[in-house]
């Protein structure tokens, strides 16, 4: 447990002084994306690096937090923190009624049926034009506000989403280290097992489901007030598809992990502007690369290969090290 | 302690029980044996809520549980081990005990994240009771390997811990000798008979006559989804209806 206090003290810390260097750059708006995409991907890890749940739909839970408060606050003019809460539990209590049917399933039919409510919801974000401007989009959401302080330039953003962050990887590693964290790697591992040792899984998975969906939703608040225009383009299938592809590529079931997958998926598509139209290749590419060579992801694949380089260069012949 | 009333278990057409009854005394080890196909691990599946009889019904020390889950079972004291070991097998051997102390413990969601006084008192307790079944079952020492790493042998006896670890009144296991060497079969039916020597009533589905004639209070005789004889182990090797069962005639 010591271990995990030092590791997150030193992971905050590197997060804080983060913006210091680059002030007001572009990177620095980059870097609230993926404190943004860091908060979904460990939302997601919960239910599919933990419990071995997969779900195609989180992009539909985050839009519910965008559109919730989006409406709410732009064209009601209601307290957006209030709405941020609202929403959560809202889509929260909404995953945990459409979570009892849906978690029955296993496998390729979880991923259908969650594929299935996630273009259910894009559908609905579309085609109410009355209450979410549909395609062309919401206007005008306010910036959040404590007082005077207005969060409406990067750098705030920066600290308001990674603060929020930070503060839910500390949850999801505290919760990921205690009975519940066991029982949900139990799940994965051996589901008869898990049950037979008193681990209600159906429950517990539909618990993980909602609480992941409402970390989600909150995502989706801060995404809103962030950029002050949504519209459904953000919530769309590719989106879930992109979120799960952050949780594998970081590392299932490792918090830190899902950090990696965030910050290289957002940062990636910036990188790749070099390649130009041939970026989606390259960055395919990498994708196919990563899986076959560090099938346990960044978070393991990282340490193992500068062991083996590391080997390499010392000219000795590594006992544990391996390509990973 | 569990007794069976006239379980039927029957899938499509094929009848694995016919009106199967027997008791299993408190605190004694109780084996269960048949050739391949008398429907042991129907019974056994049935017992630990993993299959629903057909007709008939299970009790735990008087308490009708035919039909229960397994979760509610694992809460009622009763937990069983499997054929082929179901570890979990990306925990570390620790961890998975740890696990089997899920129903001795009860921090929700919110206490774990935010780490309430309760829930560390609590997880204290979960790793000294771990580790004290792990040291019953003689494995403390691997107590940080990933499960999924340990030979067979030790798998056996890790998924023993974990079901102890329950605190169980009833343990079930299935076939616990299967896959194990002459030296580990001794070792296994000394830890059974300290399992009973604390309390713990165990029923035990196995192939192996030889564990089964040392460890068992009573034995009971399936064959071909009917029970054959019930006795002692002396009464059972002396028994022609079982020699034939067992020989062919």
Not at chain 1, 159 to 172: A, E, P, Q, S
Not at chain 1, 215 to 241: D, E, Q, R
Not at chain 2, 11 to 34: N, V
Request: proline residues 3%.
């Amino acid at each position: 447990m010591k271990r995990e206090v030092v590791k997150f003290i030193i992971f905050a810390a590197l997060v804080m002084l983060a913006p210091l260097p680059l002030k007001q750059s572009y990177l620095l708006n980059v870097l609230v994306f993926v404190g943004i995409n860091t908060l979904l991907a460990v939302a997601l890890n919960l239910l599919l690096g933990f419990a071995g749940q997969i779900s195609l739909g989180h992009a539909a839970f985050f839009g519910m937090g965008a559109y919730l408060s989006g409406i709410l606050t732009a064209n009601f003019g209601l307290n957006p923190w209030l709405i941020i809460v609202l929403a959560a539990v809202t889509v929260g209590g909404l995953a945990f009624v459409l979570g009892f049917p849906i978690l029955k399933l296993k496998g390729h039919y979880l991923a259908m049926a969650t594929l299935g409510f996630g273009i259910i919801f894009y559908i609905v974000f579309n085609e109410t034009i009355g209450l979410t401007g549909g395609p062309s989009g919401l206007p005008g959401i306010p910036n959040l506000a404590i007082g005077s302080l207005t969060f409406d330039n990067d750098l705030k953003n920066y600290y308001l989403i990674w603060g929020v962050t930070l503060l839910t990887i500390l949850l999801c590693v505290n919760l990921a280290h205690s009975r519940i964290g066991r029982a949900l790697r139990a799940i994965h591992d051996s589901e008869v097992a898990a049950r037979v040792m008193g681990v209600n899984v159906r429950l517990l998975k539909v618990q993980i489901f909602a609480l992941s969906a409402a970390i989600s939703a909150v995502a989706g608040s801060l995404y809103a007030h962030t950029m002050t225009f949504i519209s459904p383009t953000s919530f769309g299938f590719n989106f879930s598809v992109e979120l799960v592809t952050m949780v594998i590529i970081g590392g299932l079931g490792s918090i830190y992990g899902s950090f990696l997958g965030a910050a290289l998926l957002t940062l990636l598509p910036e990188l790749l502007r070099a390649f130009r139209d041939y970026d989606i290749i390259a960055y395919g590419a990498l994708l196919v690369f990563m899986t076959i060579f560090m099938p346990g992801g960044l978070v393991r694949g990282i340490p193992d290969l500068m062991l083996f380089l590391w080997s390499r260069l010392t000219g000795k012949r590594g006992g544990n090290a391996q390509t990973g | 302690m569990l007794r069976l009333a006239d379980v039927t278990m029957t899938f499509g057409g094929l009848t694995a029980l016919q009106d199967f009854s027997m008791t299993a005394r408190r605190g004694e080890i109780t084996g269960i044996i048949g050739p391949n196909g008398a429907g042991k691990t129907t019974l056994f599946n049935i017992v630990s809520g993993i299959y629903t009889q057909t007709t008939g019904k299970v009790f735990l020390e008087e308490r009708d549980i035919s039909g229960m889950p397994p979760e509610r079972l694992a809460s009622l004291g009763m937990v069983r081990t499997f054929q082929n070991i179901e570890l979990f097998g990306q925990l570390t051997v620790l961890e998975n005990v740890m696990v089997g102390r899920h129903t001795r413990s009860n921090s929700g969601i919110f206490a774990c994240a935010f780490k309430l006084p309760n829930h560390l008192r609590e997880e204290r307790q979960i790793r000294e009771q771990a580790l004290k079944w792990l040291e019953f079952a003689g494995i403390a020492d691997l107590c940080q390997v990933t499960a999924a790493n340990l030979p067979f042998g030790k798998g056996r006896l890790l998924e023993i811990a974990r079901a102890l670890a329950l605190e169980p009144r009833l343990l079930l296991m299935d076939e616990p000798a299967a896959g194990l060497n002459s030296r580990e079969t001794l070792e296994l039916a000394l830890l059974i008979k300290r399992i009973r020597d604390i309390g713990v009533t165990v029923v035990l589905v196995e192939h192996d006559m030889e564990l089964v004639m040392d460890v068992c209070d009573a034995i009971v005789v399936l064959n071909l989804g009917c029970k054959l004889a019930t006795g002692t182990p002396r009464q059972i090797q002396e028994n022609p209806a079982v020699i034939a069962a067992y020989l062919g005639e």
